[in-house]
């Protein structure tokens, strides 16, 4: 597959230049699994650093951005219907 772009991609689930954006799949990703405290190299921090410009930030493959669009996704809408 050829690369992506991340930004829009990670834009339009919640990460922005200066973090999560409040109300989004990522604030909810984050509150669910790591409240304050994302441990470096996990997924959420690797996509964090992606949308504020870090490491990978140009594009990568597809598939590993669906995945993480969809789990991120997933766990919001879990933790949503059993909260």
Do not use: D, R, T
Not at 56 to 81: E, M, N
């Amino acid at each position: 597959m050829a690369p992506i772009p991340l930004a829009p991609l990670l834009g339009a689930i919640g990460f922005s230049e200066i973090g999560p954006v409040a109300g989004s799949l990522a604030a909810g990703a984050q509150a669910a699994f790591y409240g304050g405290s994302v441990p470096a190299g996990s997924m959420f921090a690797g996509m964090q650093s992606a949308a504020m410009g870090g490491a990978g930030s140009a594009s990568v493959g597809a598939l590993p951005v669906v995945l993480g669009v969809v789990g991120v996704g997933a766990v919001v809408v879990a933790v949503k219907l059993f909260a």
